[in-house]
């Protein structure tokens, strides 16, 4: 149901912006959390943003006011535009599908390959 494949990483400075983009095969029904992660060396991996099937949006505290995550429906795609991008942002970041039969159960999840962001001072 997604390739979840990452694409736009690459190397800038502090301050600039970078936009990530994700692949999904197909529209997505019922239940569904797409979401944006990212693993820094030597850190584990975390959730940076997430949009559900409702629409709700959340962002970690560190990226509110800098990053964006969208979608797109008709190109099956997800996007992060980050903004005002730090050192700290620098990670691997990584596109998920999360799939629920309810909202109490964890759910199957999609994962594709991650896309390097370095982020220079």
């Known amino acids: 149901m997604c390739s979840c494949r990452a694409s736009g990483g690459g190397v800038v400075q502090a301050g600039g912006s970078l936009r990530l983009a994700c692949a999904a095969s197909?529209?997505?029904?019922?239940?569904?959390?797409l979401g944006w992660y990212r693993q820094a060396p030597g850190m584990q991996r975390e959730l940076v943003a997430d949009?559900?099937?409702?629409?709700?949006?959340r962002y970690i505290d560190s990226v509110k006011g800098r990053f964006t995550i969208s979608r797109d429906n008709a190109k099956n795609a997800l996007y992060l535009q980050m903004n005002s991008l730090k050192p700290d942002d620098t990670a691997v970041y990584y596109c998920?599908?999360?799939?629920?039969?309810?909202?109490?159960?964890?759910?199957?999840?999609?994962w594709g390959r991650g896309t390097l962001v370095t982020v220079s001072s």
């Open positions: 197909g529209n997505i029904f019922g239940l569904y959390i």
């Open positions: 998920n599908l999360d799939i629920r039969n309810s909202w109490t159960e964890t759910g199957k999840e999609y």
């Open positions: 949009i559900t099937s409702g629409d709700t949006i």
